[in-house]
């Protein structure tokens, strides 16, 4: 599976939209970008994920660039609740064996 | 709601005792289930994949005759943590799929912590 980076750390206000970058520079075409977040001391909860195509849901919108380079995950109006670690991944589709990095932990503040 | 189901959430025992944690699929049979595992502050970790009717498949590292994992049923994997030590207080979590290419479910997570 292809390597993401992410910032560490991010903040956001109330109301406002989070918007969380992703690099995966080394992508391979049949690999799918999946997001996952972690609240504390939960299991994770999958958000979105797409190939190639911008994806929206309730939850999110995912934002792929051309080159599928990097990506973007988007919370259009973060509330408290929304304050988690958030997981990037590169996985082909409907792979069961996901590798998790650090992600980055998003603070919403009030 | 919830398609994987954890239990107990939280349990603690004495050090050299066996915990066993139970990971359900809710309303799905999954051939496959995951068993992660997540120290303070870390990300997860793979600890190795639980096949319904055969050996589980255990990733680099992990010791199988230490976290037992029997998949006995098609809706239910078992984790055993064998003489359990303090360093084995972590937070264990399963996951499974629903239906073939959809994402991977997560269960709450097991925390347990050793005395």
């Known amino acids: 599976d292809a390597k993401t980076t992410q910032p560490t750390s991010m903040d956001c206000a109330e109301g406002r939209a989070a918007n969380l970058p992703c690099n995966h520079s080394t992508i391979s075409g049949n690999e799918y970008v999946y997001w996952y977040r972690q609240i504390h001391s939960q299991g994770p909860q999958y958000i979105i994920h797409g190939l190639k195509n911008n994806e929206t849901n309730e939850m999110a919108s995912l934002i792929i660039t051309e080159d599928r380079k990097s990506s973007t995950l988007i919370l259009p109006h973060a509330t408290l609740r929304d304050t988690a670690v958030y997981y990037c991944i590169a996985a082909v589709e409907g792979a069961q064996k996901l590798v998790f990095g650090q992600g980055t932990r998003l603070t919403i503040n009030p | 709601g919830a398609v994987v189901s954890q239990h107990p959430s939280r349990v603690i025992c004495k050090s050299g005792t066996s915990v066993k944690i139970e990971c359900r699929s809710l309303d799905f049979q999954a051939t496959t289930m995951f068993w992660y595992r997540q120290f303070p502050k870390q990300s997860l970790m793979l600890m190795a994949t639980?096949?319904?009717?055969?050996?589980?498949?255990?990733e680099q590292g992990v010791e199988k005759d230490k976290f037992l994992i029997n998949h006995a049923s098609l809706t239910l994997s078992t984790l055993t943590v064998t003489s359990a030590h303090p360093e084995d207080s972590s937070f264990y979590i399963c996951s499974a799929v629903q239906v073939v290419n959809s994402p991977l479910h997560f269960g709450n997570g097991t925390r347990l912590t050793v005395t």
């Open positions: 639980s096949n319904e009717g055969s050996k589980a498949t255990y």
